[in-house]
Structures are given as structure tokens and as C-alpha cells.
């Protein structure tokens, strides 16, 4: 099967034998991905998790501004006023979560909204200095939910999850290894340098030990996953994206202004 991608660059047994390299091809926007990124990734990553030759995948961005800004804040809302999902009905982690090989998220900038919880859902998390991260769906009017948003309660624990989810705050590199958000900051001219490392070190170790051991995680955290499948904004917010909430957010942004939500119900 050949495989044509237009949003991402996908390398095979790039810069150390065995690593398979996604990155998001989307600079000018920030590598903010719309449903054919995702669908692509998702190819990409399917790909390598049934080539025998590759033992680790690596997710990051192109250029040195942004790791992913999350979903493309016009997509979004072309997806919402359709009645779709937060992430129009696609999985914003693209399949890594099913894949049983092992995933290094290399964080090259920002990491913000669907971005960032595509890098905590990896395996492992591996910044620059530079790189930044944020949740900002409350900000932009665009609801998450289920294990996308609850699983970060694993990897920070409760308050910390609950304090970048509700308020949007943007952290630091330092600031997210101390959270336990990352693995290992390293100045930017040394972040291929380390993302090798690691992949290194994970190639020299049983690939049978490796998927049992992913699977063994996966299963761990299953349950929250389950919840994923209720339809939080229809019980809550039944009328969230004909109301105006939803696209006070991304006009906001679009506009490069602070969203008013005065006028909505709390």
C-alpha cells in the first residue's frame, strides 16, 4: 500500500534504526491539525505498528515554533456548527494510544489544546526548553471530555489536572517536568540528540516485554476510556454550539480578543 499524506512527513527508520517519525507538516498554522491530519496520523501510525522493522514512533511538528496547537480553530467551528464533536468525530490522538509499540511525543514549541493531550497520551514526553503547554478549551468554547480529559489525572494527578484544564493556564517546560507532564527538557539544539536516546534505549529492549508491558498500561486505565463513550455536552449543554457559546470562543480568538461568556448562563 502506498501512503500519500499532504498534512504530515512520514519516515521510516529516521535518524536511528527502527524509529518511525509523524510529524505534523502544518507550520504556518502553529501544526494545528483538522480531520484529515488526524486521518492521516492515524494511516502513519497503523503503518508502523504493523511494520516488524520499527520498535518505537516519534510525534512532533514541523518547524521550531509549535509541537500542535491543538484542532484548527477554523475546522472547529466549521465541525461544531455541524453538530459534531469537539474534535469533529475523530480521535485527536490518532491511534497512538492503540498502538503497542512505544510513542515519544518530541515537543519542539507549543503543545496546546488537542496537542497537548495528544503528548501526555504518548508515552513519553520529551521537550525543548522553549516548549510551552496549555489546555484552552473553556478559553475557546470547545468541550472535551471523557478519558481525553480524565486520563491527565494519572499522569499530574488530580489538582494539577483539574488547575490546566479549567483555567487554561500556560506552563513552561521546567514547570511541566515538575508536574510529572514530561520526561526530560533539553536545550532545543539538543532535542533530536535526546529523542534518539531514548529511542536508542528502547530499541535495545525485548519488543515481546514492551507490547505486554503497553498493553498492561492500556489496560490499567480501560475504564476511563469507557466513559468516553457518554455524550457529555448532550446531557449538560444539549444546546452548547446553537447558542452562540461556542463560537463567542473561537470569534474571540479569530479576533484576537478575551471571549466574553457574560452572557450565558452559569
Known sequence: MTLDFK????????????????TINRPQVMNSFTGDTLREMRQAVQDACADTSVGVIVITGAGERAFCAGGDVK??????????SASGGMDPHAGVEECLKPVIARV??????????????????????????????????????GHWVNYLVHVVGAKKAREMWMLCRRYSAQEAL???????????????????????????????????LKASF????EPLRQT????????????????????????????????????FPR
Open 7 to 22: 498534512d504530515i512527513l512520514y519516515q521510516k527508520h529516521h535518524r536511528v534504526q527502527g524509529a518511525a517519525w509523524i
Open 75 to 84: 475546522w472547529l467551528q466549521a465541525a461544531q456548527q455541524e453538530g459534531g
Open 108 to 145: 519542539n514549541g507549543y503543545s496546546i489544546g488537542g496537542g497537548n493531550h495528544m503528548a501526555y497520551h504518548a508515552d513519553f514526553t520529551i521537550a525543548a526548553e522553549h516548549a510551552q503547554f496549555s489546555q484552552v478549551g473553556p478559553r475557546i468554547g470547545s468541550p472535551a471530555s
Open 178 to 212: 515538575q508536574m510529572g507532564l514530561v520526561n526530560a527538557v533539553v536545550p532545543y539544539d539538543k532535542l533530536d540528540e535526546e529523542v534518539d536516546k531514548w529511542c536508542q534505549e528502547l530499541m535495545a529492549k525485548s519488543p515481546s516485554c514492551l507490547k505486554i
Open 218 to 221: 492500556l489496560a490499567e486505565y
Open 228 to 263: 468516553s463513550g457518554r455524550d457529555w455536552v448532550g446531557e449538560i449543554a444539549p444546546d452548547f454550539f446553537r447558542s452562540g457559546e461556542a463560537d463567542e470562543g473561537k470569534n474571540a480568538f479569530a479576533e484576537r480578543r478575551e471571549p466574553d461568556f457574560s452572557r
